[in-house]
């Protein structure tokens, strides 16, 4: 099995090249304006950072890594305000070159993202982990002649899940927390119902609970539970696959979808499965055989039930019919993430780009019609996703609703259930129940939370995440390693402009009337936490989002 955090960062390059260019002007600006305080706070936090190498590193150097959860921010001085707190855990690894980064793709064993390390040292000639203190491995290993040299990597936090070194302090308490975070969750703008919990995940143990094990509307946070279900269910190596087979006899051609949304018809797939690569073959194999002229059919019957999501076609562009052969999510534009117009037949719609490839190489083809392809058929070709670790952490990093519910029937499908939206929702449930997770009031009704009945507690969320991060369960890693960072990726990256920027890490919910955030901060004092924050009939989506910003913000400058 390949754990996430460890698989290589090469299928997230793309996806991280593009982040970058979108956010780096704005890194940029903020590099000029925090430069200074960045340098203040990294010669306060000196001292400290060599007293804890010193002291953790020999305890550290002999325990397991492989299936433990890093993290990146260090603690920091209590009297530090929240943006000295945000500039230290910058200094501290997490941005590497004065504010110049990205967070995308898997973690590296020493608790950096790689995708971090990799693109400050091509971008600014510094940066890049140092192994040497957290990993055994020479921090110069894997570098040429003149390349940049490395920046100290975040010390790994073991300790933090569960180790016996005892060098964190305890666990924030429930009272004090309470005295943080009741006022913020107070909020107007939070609506007039407002739900939230806090765990340790070292340990599991609720810190805070403000009607925890009450149901409300999650919104997208649902894709958390998702996630973990069909990583449960199917593995993080799993992949979705489409093929072209060939009916003997007939010359019959069908192009038979695996379910797989990321499936692309653009130029340079970058990463993702090609139906460019997919039509290439298929053609070469057809000639081989002598086959000039195809009958071209396409084969959908992998999914169940009704393709339109309950809500309806005017969906705001946030989701296409739910089918298992589409390229490039039906988009009608060249968007690969938000809303976008979608086409009302994907199917047909990405055969005849099939067929439009294949005439480029003297293929002929019919007009494409429905089929399904029979045991009988030999398959000429074939392409497959990236590995489900990272169709994860796009669906979470972009709140991506179509990979969603691909992944909720893909999860029906692997546990036996019909693969339609009822389907996806009773899977996923089942999948949860038998990790043992606090079942109590939750309903799925998609897998995207799109859907109104979609309902689930705080207890619930934050069990999800601290399973994630269990040892135990390695294959879950990617429900973390995909979160938005706050103030650089994904739905989050506008956010926490003054407040926690890349130390808050959590998936966002917004439906009208609901303001969402779970996820994962590290307080000031190294523990890494796990909080769902839910508000109910709020009525100014930017004012409920800016206070469960700030509500998160505290949390993880809390020295409670």
Partial sequence: MVVPELGPWRAARPRAARLVRTVRPRLTQAAATVKPQL?????????????????VGPKLAGLPRPNTLKILPLPMPKTLRTWQYTAGAATAGLALTAGVVTAAGPWDSS?????????????????????????????????????????????SVLAGLGSATG???????????????????????????????????????????????????????????????ALSAMGADHRLTTRAALEPDTNELVLVGGGDPTLTARTDPEGWASLRTLADSTATALK???????TLSYDTTLYAGPELHPIGADNGGNLAPVSALMADEARTNDSTSGTADRSTEPAADATRTFAALLAKHGIKTTSPGPSKATGRATTLAKVSSPPLS?????????????????LARQTALATGVRPDFAGGGRAIRTQLGKL??????????????????????????????????????????????????????????????????????????????????AGTVVDRDGRLLAFAFLAADTTDRTAAQAALDRTATALAACGC
Avoid: C
Wanted: hydrophobic share 40%; proline share 6%.
């Fill in 111 to 155: 608790g950096q993202r790689t995708a971090e390390r990799d693109w400050a040292a091509v971008q600014e000639r510094s940066g890049g982990a140092d192994h040497g203190r957290n990993s055994g491995t020479s921090a110069t290993s894997g570098t040429s002649a003149g390349a940049p040299a490395p920046a100290p990597s975040a010390p």
């Fill in 436 to 517: 043992g997770l606090p079942m109590s009031g939750a309903r799925f009704a998609d897998g995207s939370g799109l859907n109104r009945a979609d309902l689930l507690t705080p207890n619930l969320l934050t069990a999800l995440l601290a399973k994630a991060g269990d040892p135990a369960h390695p294959e879950l890693r990617a429900a973390l390693t995909g979160l938005p960072v706050a103030g650089f990726t994904g739905t989050l990256s506008t956010r926490y402009t003054d407040g926690a920027a890349g130390v808050v890490r959590a998936k966002t919910g917004t439906l009208t009337g609901v303001n969402t955030l």
């Fill in 39 to 55: 340098g203040r706070a990294a010669a306060a936090v000196k001292p400290r950072v060599a007293r804890i190498t010193r002291t």
């Fill in 288 to 294: 081989k055989r002598g086959v000039g002229q195809v």
């Fill in 390 to 406: 990272a169709l994860v952490e796009r669906m979470l990093t972009d709140s991506d609703n179509d990979l969603a519910e691909a």
């Fill in 167 to 229: 060098t964190l302090r305890a666990a924030p308490a429930g009272k004090a927390l309470a005295a943080v975070l009741d006022p913020l969750l107070r909020n107007p703008a939070l609506g007039t119902r407002q739900t939230a919990a806090v765990v340790d995940i070292a340990t599991g143990k609720r810190l805070y609970g403000l009607g925890a094990g009450e149901a409300l509307v999650p919104a997208s946070t649902t894709k958390i539970a998702t996630a973990v279900a």
